[in-house]
């Protein structure tokens, strides 16, 4: 069974705005049972479109379109669909009616008069009700093929495709429904080909029908295994025995499975030993704390923070000596220490991690370059124990890197205690 | 002059990545004055990726490939390069010299056998250097037509789009590229379709070549115009005029212009006015520091957080009453007014915004549901304001719109101030 992706936007061709809702719509896909061969991005052109939907149209068994449903002179889609299938736009009242009230409940007196062009729907299509916004889904489905156009908001895309589109198509093609699995193994602290060598040739341990990709990005390797086939009992005991044999020859490398983050990691094996933490941060300005409590449950660990940004904040709230500040300066050692230190006492958790650096694009100096960093980790009865990065990466990803090497020293000292 | 993106990429057809890399290089490409006509996203499968290569080399002047030049087993893409062109594989000896002096730089006493593979080229293509990684990016041009492929990790494809592929495009094709500009206004506190209504018809104030587009998102609609043209004044001209004339209609609902963050416009604003800043926050959990701390030269007027995610934190460092917090709750306009105010008072700075409330999934009550925040705003000398908000968006999009509450609070008082 082959389906196709196609997302319509000039916002997308010119690079304002990332496709997200094509990644969305292939993992939800995948889950399904369905999997995606192709995604096509075009821009808002009746030719394109229209050239496009036929290759589709041709080729694939499901062809799922985003964008270009909204109200404005720039949405175009809908018009493109009811050519493409030379069908007249006809008014779909329960729309009209669900949009109306939708404005009468955002407080408006009546609706402008352009959202009844949101309520025409092309002959025989079915309408996919819309609850996040006023543009309805559309489907269409003739000879065992399915055609639909969602909005492009994704938070409409997605109640649309949620409530509409997937439990037709898993009822629809249940009968063609692949099991499609996949588990990744996230690693740190090892670079692409070293993991490779060390693994081996991935003939000799994979069955037919599973895969292993490794995908580098910054500072890391993930590990995907994926498998396909028929029983869905088959392809996750295939993927078991993928994942036990790379276990057996790079486990103390890998931190965690599919999209645990680091920090869910850190909550997890806090929450264990029913310990609490703490933040002081200045390059960072939170975003430790803000990661850490972006993770449901991180109120029973996580104590709170201390962003000393302004060296008077640190001397003040986190009662860093001012002769450390002056001897050693702001990012140095000495001061990490004093900040982990200082947050200890005064959020009174267990552990407290600091971060002092040069973020950039100024403040660099030829003894502290833009990129210096220093992170320490106090622990309640333990020596607090410090480490510099040097980093080149510009000012955002320094950030994230200073971030991810604190909460890896982190998780590697509660690695050490469990 | 056509040109099309090829991503190639199983982790991007099953929604494990989302492509950035195409936004990226359609934003580059757009700036050197070279419009993308089409985005295509396939597996790492030979048949697909030769069959695309096909339809793609034959339908544009330019043809970009990212994806799958790594030395790993899974990575096909050079070896479909070299088939669909009918050339052998050379060694590349300065690229083999510049993979071994990697690794040696990175400690490894010797390199790892499989990144020989790295320095092998088809015959007849350009190795382009790529000093932040392994794999060279390789550029083919024969009759006034180029094939570029670059890896995929982010950081390595920008480096050799912009020391190799771009100087050469621009150099190539110097008398095919157009002007190409775009210019987003950025909306808040009105819907799509009522500010279209205000605007009125395009046609009547668009020159010909001159197009606006609208673009909603979450709290926001972003209105972009883009022109294109072979003179760079006339299509400079041309936004211009289009701005003016939305800025009568809309003025009031704009807050900044394109890639300005609401963040960045506070920095600038408190610059202006030689005003500090500082946050105290609980379930944002220092989102709006990291936010604000993402600005270059925030540290001028940033003085720092306080995340008080824990109760005993608010009181021990924000001198929230006890008897506040046992009365009204953490979750209340008493406590969130206590938390600025407190904030103020600590971080010794000028304003202080506060953040309380319940980002779920869970601690919702019948009175309190999941998504009750409240905010306030405490500036030095005026009565503290506040502001209620009821989400209903999930953990993390609800935090996100606290954050986007808050500064919006901010940003208007200033507006006021100045």
């Not at 719509?25 to 096509?40: D, F, H, K, Q, Y």
């Not at 029913?274 to 704390?289: M, N, P, Q």
Request: glycine share 10%.
């Amino acid at each position: 069974m082959k389906a196709e992706i196609i997302s319509i936007g000039d916002e997308l061709l010119i690079g304002q705005v990332v496709n997200s809702n094509a990644s969305w719509m292939s993992r939800e896909l995948n889950a399904a049972g369905i999997a995606v061969e192709r995604v096509t991005t075009i821009g808002d052109d009746v030719k394109a479109i229209l050239s496009t939907f036929r290759r589709a149209w041709k080729e694939n068994e499901v062809v799922l379109v985003t964008g270009g449903l909204g109200p404005t002179h720039d949405d175009i889609s809908k018009a493109a669909v009811a050519k493409f299938f030379h069908k007249s736009l006809v008014l779909h009242k329960p729309t009209l009616r669900a949009v109306q009230e939708r404005f009468r409940s955002l407080g408006y007196e009546k609706m402008p008069e352009i959202n009844v062009g949101q309520a025409m729907v092309p002959e025989g299509f079915t309408a996919l009700r819309n609850d996040r916004g006023t543009a309805p889904g559309l489907l269409f489905h003739e000879d065992g093929k399915t055609f639909v156009i969602l909005p492009g908001v994704p938070v409409e895309m997605e109640f649309t495709m949620t409530n509409g589109v997937l439990p037709f198509l898993r009822r629809t093609y249940r009968k063609d429904l692949e099991a499609i699995r996949h588990r990744t193994l996230l690693t740190s602290g090892i670079g692409e080909s070293v993991l490779a060598e060390r693994i081996g040739d991935p003939t000799t341990f994979l069955r037919p029908g599973t895969t292993l990709a490794f995908l580098p990005r910054a500072g890391a390797v993930r590990l995907r295994i994926s498998a396909r086939g028929s029983s869905s009992r088959q392809v996750n005991a295939d993927i078991d025995r993928a994942e036990k044999f790379i276990r057996e020859r790079a486990g103390k490398y890998i931190y965690g499975s599919d999209d645990e983050t680091l920090e869910a990691a850190i909550v997890k094996a806090l929450t264990a030993v029913h310990k609490t933490l703490g933040t002081a941060e200045s390059c960072t300005g939170g975003l430790i704390a803000a990661k850490l409590t972006e993770v449901p449950g991180a109120s029973s660990v996580f104590m709170g923070s201390v962003v000393a940004y302004d060296n008077t904040i640190k001397e003040s709230q986190l009662g860093v000596k001012h002769d450390t500040l002056g001897r050693f300066g702001a990012v140095s050692e000495e001061t990490a220490i004093e900040m982990a230190e200082g947050a200890l006492k005064k959020l009174g958790s267990d552990f407290a991690i600091s971060v002092t650096g040069i973020a950039g694009p100024d403040g660099g100096t030829a003894e502290k370059p833009v990129g210096t960093i220093w992170l320490a980790l106090a622990e309640r009865g333990a020596k607090t124990g410090t480490k510099k990065l040097q980093l080149d990466f510009g000012r955002s990803l320094n950030r994230e890197r200073a971030v991810m090497g604190a909460l890896e020293m982190l998780r590697r000292r509660l690695a050490d205690t469990v």
